[in-house]
């Protein structure tokens, strides 16, 4: 068998267009500033999951609900977060956000193997920002927004 020798090629550069929504990071603002958090939870469209209730069901084995089935102590009171985070005497909320793929349409994590993963670090996030999981304010779509069917 006859043995080919490397074969550089150069191909010309290729020009970059980003798409104007990621031009400019002004239209992604609305996403990560205070504002449009305070709105979003003071509508109630969104709710944020205490750190420390999360923290328990991962230790009690068990599944996140979702929205509509978790308990009322699983949620942030808007206003006592929006109070907790202007009150600078007090130590301040951690907002978090938590992504990953729906693993079935029924459950995004029905074995909870995505819990397993980041559940274990929300206690030393929060050490180091120097306070306990019960200052951890965390979004997590299947538990704060609400889920299909409403009812």
């Keep these: 068998p006859e043995v080919q020798p490397d074969v550089s090629v150069t191909l ?3 020009p970059v267009t980003l798409p104007p929504v990621l031009a400019s990071s002004a239209p992604l603002a609305r996403y990560r500033e205070w504002d449009s ?3 979003a939870l003071e509508s109630g469209d969104t709710v944020l999951i205490k750190g420390s209730y999360v923290e328990q069901v991962y230790l009690s084995n068990e ?8 308990p009322a102590e699983a949620f942030w009171k808007a206003e006592d977060l929006i109070a907790d985070i ?4 007090r130590p301040t909320p951690q907002l978090l956000a938590i992504s990953h793929a729906w693993l079935t349409e029924e459950h995004p994590d029905p074995e909870a ?6 559940a274990p670090l929300l206690k030393h996030f929060a050490r180091s920002c120097k306070v306990g999981t019960e200052n951890l304010a965390i979004f997590l779509d299947w538990c704060s927004l609400h ?5």
């Design 12 to 14: 010309p550069p290729v």
């Design 37 to 39: 958090i305070k709105q």
């Design 63 to 70: 599944l996140l609900s979702r929205r509509q089935e978790l």
């Design 86 to 89: 202007q009150d600078y005497t």
């Design 113 to 118: 193997w995505n819990l397993a993963g980041w």
């Design 147 to 151: 889920q299909q069917p409403r009812k």
